[in-house]
């Protein structure tokens, strides 16, 4: 494992694929010296460097406008000795502009391998055809962009705020006009990213941010649109439902118009990107209009699950539902920062110092666990035998007489050798350290971290159920369909077998009699005897730890706390703070109305319980009835008595089938209600996404800490 780079494999990161250098033409401050290898641009670059390690994104992709000098003068100087250390990723790329039929302007980016020869970006460059209306295109170039300039009419030139003898006289500002209107042809620029060799190009488009597709009548010119879906892999968006739809997810929000959408796109789903769109190196707090590196509009940051690299990328592209996303943070790694102790980090093996023995076969082995981790997968002898054991061992399995490497004839000898030399450390990711010798089995009464279901167990379990030998696998298997009942199904219940013991308890006492009550009695006494038992007490103490642990990390996540802010509004603000307010008070009461629900429903639920135990108890008392005149028929003949001169019971079973019907309906009424509350609930939460993009940063501030104090408050009452 050491010397794999990314030893966790692939992992949730920060992407911005979207930013420009001092030397794109539209930059936000100091500009780089038009010679890429000047030592003038050294302190600049030097800035960029730190502002790249300083952002959270782990990658990031320069678009400068027209031009890869940004790209190059950040690798030429990293090639020098003493040139600051890069710890990001950084991929070239390039931001163009394409003749299209629409009354705005079309941009396309292309995204390079950092790994790419520099000619080859240069010829691709040269590919690309600058259209000049009423001629022949020509190759882009800086020199094609200037003559650009003094190409088209003044009318043009006035549009764009350029003035007309200076773009004659000066070169430099003939460039930057040309940089602002010129287009490409549309053909070559496909035909440009197809000829990069090995796929070391991708092409990405604009969707519905500045200048994108949508802007285009599709109607009316659905040809053209359409040839840029089907040769684009990536698209710019920061719509979660457009990137849903983008990435082959049919969600309640898309599915009217999912099945086109995917057809457009020959139905390969898409990888959907938002990026910073950065023109300076550190943006300014609260201002949209000026971002730094890494500063995602309304935090619609880009994260992909792969290694930091080109081929990382290229692994996101082609399964992008399930290693993007756009937003504050995945789900994944909301539910693992929430739960850091149920979450394994590490596994070190070390030999212990004073140790004398000579072998090293498992020393200072360190494995890094994915939290996605889901298969072990190796060669026989590799070692899954050995992780699998160790950290069963290290979470406590009870099932340690079934390991297989960690066992008497393997590595544990017979004499413990050389298990005893090592000791192991499991790290779970809130920081709790487990520490043991691999020659010892975990305490009796130690709480059950890690579930292990060895081979040697299975096999256990099949056989002898097959042979009738054992009911173990019928008790595995209810153990298993009681960790998935819930409340309402349990009533009070601590495992599968006291649940059919309260399931059964009339039917039992119709065939034991009086013996039923004799053995409940000492089932009682029996399970008040092992409850007393020290094993058991430590072990509740252990699990009141940790759920202890679980509280204690919940705190740690709790929400800062954003004070309602006190500004003055805008007429449309304070009407979208209002209906907000409202809709979270709405909310509120619809969670209480949920709860009250399923708190009825589990009362409901012990009702109709008790309904059935006292129709079985009718039933017992029928039976014992009907056996005792059997029994005694004979007896009441010869004195000439009718069994109903001295006995009479009278069963009626219509005050509980009343009972059973109202609350049945009752029952219903609130599954209907529970159906609207989710549906008002959906609802309301639709309405907040617009409300929220009219507030300004603080108001959406404020209310984004509702919303994760709501989460955040609902999960610590439920756990």
Not at 144 to 153: D, S
């Amino acid at each position: 494992m050491q010397g794999i780079k990314y030893q966790r494999g692939s992992e949730w990161r920060k992407w911005d694929l979207h930013i420009h250098t001092p030397a794109s033409f539209h930059w936000n401050g100091e500009r780089f010296n038009p010679d890429y290898r000047s030592s003038e641009n050294t302190p600049l670059i030097d800035k960029m460097i730190h502002a790249l390690n300083a952002a959270e994104p782990a990658v990031f992709a320069i678009m400068d406008y027209w031009t890869f000098d940004g790209w190059f003068a950040l690798k030429h100087r990293l090639s020098q000795p003493d040139a600051p250390k890069l710890e990001k990723t950084v991929f070239p790329g390039i931001e163009l502009r394409l003749m299209a039929p629409m009354k705005g302007r079309l941009n396309a980016h292309v995204l390079f391998s950092d790994l790419i020869d520099d000619q080859e970006l240069l010829d691709f460059k040269s590919n690309l055809k600058v259209e000049f209306p009423g001629q022949e295109a020509r190759n882009l170039s800086d020199a094609a962009l200037i003559e650009y300039a003094r190409f088209v009419p003044k009318e043009k030139l006035r549009h764009h705020s350029l003035e007309y003898n200076r773009v004659q006289e000066d070169n430099v500002y003939a460039l930057k006009a040309g940089s602002i209107m010129a287009e490409l042809n549309c053909d070559s620029y496909k035909k440009a990213v197809a000829k990069v060799k090995n796929g070391n190009a991708i092409g990405f488009m604009p969707f519905d941010t500045n200048d994108g597709l949508t802007e285009i009548d599709r109607n009316e010119h659905f040809s053209y649109v359409l040839g840029l879906f089907k040769t684009s892999p990536i698209f710019e968006t920061r719509n979660n439902v457009l990137a849903d739809a983008f990435s082959g997810k049919k969600t309640v929000n898309n599915e009217e118009w999912f099945q086109d959408f995917q057809n457009a796109l020959n139905n390969i789903p898409r990888l959907a990107i938002s990026g910073s769109d950065a023109h300076c190196f550190v943006g300014q707090e609260g201002n949209n209009d000026r971002r730094g590196y890494g500063d995602y509009p309304s935090g619609k940051a880009t994260w992909i699950k792969a290694d930091p690299t080109y081929a990382g990328l290229k692994q996101a592209i082609k399964e992008p539902s399930k290693r993007s996303f756009i937003g504050t943070i995945p789900p994944k790694c909301k539910v693992v920062n929430e739960n850091k102790s149920l979450f394994i980090d590490s596994i070190h093996v070390n030999k212990i110092e004073e140790s004398s023995f000579s072998g090293n076969w498992l020393n200072d082995t360190s494995i890094y666990l994915n939290h996605d981790l889901v298969a072990i997968i190796g060669n026989k002898g590799s070692g899954k035998s050995a992780l699998a054991d160790i950290t069963a061992l290290l979470g406590n399995s009870k099932l340690s007489h079934h390991f297989s490497f960690l066992k008497a004839n393997r590595f544990r000898g017979k004499t413990g050798e050389p298990a005893k030399h090592y000791n192991a450390k499991l790290t779970w990711s809130d920081g709790e350290l487990l520490i043991n010798n691999l020659n010892e089995n975990p305490v009796v009464e130690s709480v059950e971290l890690v579930k292990y279901i060895p081979q040697g167990h299975f096999e256990e379990l099949c056989n002898a159920h097959v042979t009738g030998q054992s009911d173990a696998f019928e008790n595995e298997l209810r153990t298993v369909i009681f960790s998935h009942a819930n409340d309402s199904i349990r009533l009070g219940a601590h495992d599968f077998n006291q649940l059919i013991e309260q399931q059964e308890r009339s039917l039992r006492g119709n065939i034991e009699n009086v013996r039923g009550e004799l053995h409940k009695v000492n089932w009682e006494i029996e399970s008040v005897e092992n409850q007393m038992a020290d094993e058991v007490r430590k072990s509740i103490d252990e699990q009141v730890n940790q759920k202890q642990r679980l509280l204690d990390e919940h705190l740690k996540i709790k929400p800062t706390e954003i004070q309602k802010p006190t500004g003055v509004l805008s007429p449309d603000q304070q009407k979208a703070a209002e209906e907000l307010s409202v809709i979270s008070d709405s909310l509120e009461i619809l969670k209480k109305n949920n709860d009250d629900n399923q708190q009825e429903l589990t009362n409901i639920s012990a009702k109709i319980k008790a309904c059935n135990n006292i129709k079985e108890g009718l039933d017992v008392v029928r039976r014992t009835l009907q056996q005792f005149e059997k029994d005694f028929s004979d007896d009441a003949s010869l004195l000439a008595l009718d069994f109903s001169d001295f006995i009479k019971i009278d069963i009626n079973h219509k005050a509980i089938t009343d009972i059973e019907s109202a609350i049945t309906l009752r029952s219903d009424e609130i599954k209907i209600n529970n159906d609207e509350i989710a549906k008002n609930k959906e609802s309301l939460i639709l309405r907040k996404g617009p409300l929220n993009s009219k507030l300004n940063e603080p108001q959406q501030a404020y209310q984004e800490f509702l919303e994760q104090f709501r989460i955040w408050e609902e999960k610590k009452n439920r756990d």
